[in-house]
């Protein structure tokens, strides 16, 4: 279960800063139901790994949101690299980006170049990235072109010594580089932190573990970010993923959450898409119950793509939602990000 913390996480210092730091969590200790098995299934195999001509846009977008000396300084070691690879000058110009880029600085990615990257390994996107992250990233891509021993041996020796920022470079990287199978592991040990950037550089916006993932892994994946509060649709590949052991298992949550007088959140029903049981459709129902308008919109969405006449009579229910689906106004991604970002009564995001 996922419960240990890497010993890289208890470091301190200037890179630590603004990432937080969390207790154990409820789904170290989630104990889901028999039919949620531990078979490890494996998916569907694509490969992603797109090497050229990545680096060049991903050092076009870090140009434009640095200073032109960090960027330059940047450029010598990658050269320097390319020509000549050397571990201990590779970790030292690694760990070095934290003394040459802004600390805060977040990167300012163009509609255009955000297409290019979808291009380019689709469901890849730099969205949250600071220009540490970037950076470090570059610089994998040229430990993307030793051999396979270098480059593996390499990259779990940076793992076991990275502090938290490193560690999210790392991670965010794997869908751009070579030799994955050999990844698959670390990220699936990776996602046992509890630092939520961390988990988040794994998790979010990154397509590896759609690609990657068993099924046993990718379920404890999605359990986990229930249970942290993360935002499930910026998980890449959530709709593909979907599987009936993760369907009974949101259930079987959500029957837990209820009997302790507490909510699952909305979009977590997005799982049970295509896997209504008898059970999930007497969950349905019990959602129009709570009064709460995201459950009655999350129920409107699995009802939109499911005619099984067991719901005729939500339907009915929920006209309002089913028509603001079919205008287009209402969708998984939409409701995803009104939760994530609640508008309090000035219509101004929360903790704005």
């Known amino acids: 279960?996922?419960?240990?913390?890497?010993?890289?996480?208890?470091?301190?210092?200037?890179?630590?800063?603004?990432?937080?730091?969390?207790?154990?969590?409820?789904?170290?200790?989630?104990?889901?139901?028999?039919?949620?098995?531990?078979?490890?299934?494996?998916?569907?195999?694509?490969?992603?790994?797109?090497?050229?001509?990545?680096?060049?846009?991903?050092?076009?977008?870090?140009?434009s949101s640095s200073p032109s000396e960090a960027t330059a300084w940047l450029?010598?070691?990658?050269?320097?690299?390319?020509?000549?690879?050397?571990?201990?000058?590779?970790?030292?110009?690694?760990?070095g980006v934290s003394r040459h880029f802004p600390k805060r600085s977040r990167l300012e990615v163009g509609e255009e170049q955000a297409a290019a990257l979808h291009e380019q390994v689709p469901g890849f996107s730099l969205e949250h990235w600071d220009l540490f992250r970037l950076a470090r990233v570059l610089l994998l891509l040229v430990l993307a072109k030793q051999e396979k021993a270098i480059f593996v041996e390499t990259i779990l020796a940076l793992l076991n010594t990275a502090d938290l920022r490193e560690q999210a470079a790392i991670y965010s990287a794997y869908s751009l580089l070579p030799h994955q199978e050999d990844l698959v592991e670390s990220a699936v040990d990776g996602l046992r932190s509890n630092i939520v950037d961390v988990f988040d550089s794994i998790a979010l916006n990154n397509p590896f573990p759609a690609v990657h993932f068993t099924d046993a892994a990718w379920n404890q994946?999605?359990?986990?970010?229930?249970?942290?509060?993360?935002?499930?649709?910026?998980?890449?590949?959530?709709?593909?993923?979907?599987?009936?052991?993760?369907?009974?298992?949101?259930?079987?949550?959500?029957?837990?959450?209820?009997?302790?007088?507490?909510?699952?959140?909305?979009?977590?029903?997005?799982?049970?898409?295509?896997?209504?049981?008898?059970?999930?459709?007497?969950?349905?129902?019990?959602?129009?119950?709570?009064?709460?308008?995201?459950?009655?919109?999350?129920a409107a969405l699995i009802l939109a793509t499911d005619a099984d006449p067991r719901l005729a009579d939500l339907r009915g229910r929920l006209e309002g939602e089913i028509d603001a689906i079919g205008a287009g106004t209402l969708s998984w991604d939409r409701l995803g990000e009104k939760l994530e970002f609640p508008v309090t009564l000035n219509g101004s995001p929360a903790g704005v």
């Open 221 to 298: 994946m999605v359990l986990k970010a229930i249970f942290i509060s993360r935002p499930l649709y910026r998980i890449t590949g959530l709709d593909s993923r979907r599987n009936g052991e993760l369907a009974a298992a949101i259930s079987y949550l959500a029957h837990e959450r209820w009997a302790a007088g507490r909510r699952i959140p909305a979009e977590a029903w997005r799982n049970c898409v295509g896997f209504v049981s008898d059970e999930v459709s007497s969950d349905l129902h019990h959602l129009l119950e709570t009064g709460e308008p995201s459950d009655r919109e999350a």
């Open 1 to 63: 279960m996922i419960v240990s913390t890497t010993g890289s996480e208890k470091r301190s210092g200037e890179n630590n800063h603004g990432y937080e730091k969390t207790a154990s969590h409820d789904a170290d200790t989630f104990t889901p139901p028999d039919c949620f098995s531990s078979r490890l299934t494996p998916p569907i195999k694509r490969p992603i790994f797109r090497f050229a001509p990545m680096r060049e846009l991903l050092t076009d977008i870090l140009s």
């Open 75 to 95: 450029r010598e070691k990658l050269d320097e690299q390319e020509a000549n690879f050397s571990k201990r000058p590779f970790y030292y110009a690694f760990s």
